[in-house]
């Protein structure tokens, strides 16, 4: 049995890791760690029902710990863990022949520093609301929708949005790139000033 009075937060994923591999209930500790970053990044890709994502978020952290012994440690546990999030979610997807909506209306905040973000709008004039952005991002393909997610929202680095897309860190560059191009012209569209 683990004691709980010790300090674990100080450790590194990789160290948590390593002692789940000794103690399968330190396991615990990796999932409060990224329980919520998980739940918010599938509801927010996924639009699904808080039951349907509480289940993906459940079936992340069992297959993650089925898992554990496959996890390969030249990459990041959190990088491992949101690719495992995306597969589920896409498996989801296609279980229920749905396209998501992606994000939700508690995620204002969110929306709005993705349209402030001078990667994607130096000048973006605050006045308009996180509805109208969620529109656009609506509009957007799932890829581009996704990797503005991850990086914007997440605030995943190239390498990282490279891991859990699977995808080559060009591919990456030229996703972000097209996905910020697609969110200007879609503005423009709907008349905010970028």
């Known amino acids: 049995m683990i004691n709980i009075q010790e300090d674990y937060s100080s450790k590194k994923d990789e160290e948590l890791v390593e002692l789940t591999l000794q103690n399968p209930e330190t396991y615990y500790f990796l999932m409060k760690r990224y329980e919520d970053r998980i739940a918010r990044y599938i509801f927010?890709?996924?639009?699904?029902?808080?039951?349907?994502?509480e289940d993906l978020v459940q079936d992340v952290f069992l297959s993650a710990?089925?898992?554990?012994?496959?996890?390969?440690?030249?990459?990041k546990f959190s990088s491992w863990l949101?690719?495992?999030a995306h597969n589920k979610t896409i498996s989801f997807w296609r279980k229920m022949k749905i396209r998501p909506p992606m994000i939700?209306?508690?995620?204002d905040e969110l929306l709005k520093t993705?349209?402030?973000s001078e990667d994607i709008a130096k000048d973006l004039d605050h006045k308009y609301t996180a509805a109208?952005?969620?529109?656009?991002?609506?509009?957007l393909d799932e890829k581009y929708r996704e990797v503005l997610v991850l990086k914007f929202i997440e605030s995943k680095d190239y390498q990282e949005i490279s891991d859990i897309l699977e995808k080559p860190l060009g591919t990456v560059g030229t996703l972000i790139s097209r996905?910020?191009?697609k969110f200007r012209k879609l503005s423009i569209k709907k008349g905010l000033k970028l």
Do not use: T
């Not at 109208?132 to 509009?139: A, G, Q």
């Open 65 to 75: 710990y089925k898992n554990i012994n496959d996890f390969d440690r030249r990459l």
């Open 114 to 116: 993705i349209a402030s």
């Open 82 to 84: 949101y690719r495992i």
């Open 132 to 139: 109208e952005i969620k529109k656009i991002l609506d509009r």
């Open 179 to 181: 996905a910020k191009e």
């Open 104 to 107: 939700g209306s508690e995620d």
């Open 44 to 53: 927010r890709i996924s639009g699904v029902s808080k039951e349907d994502g």
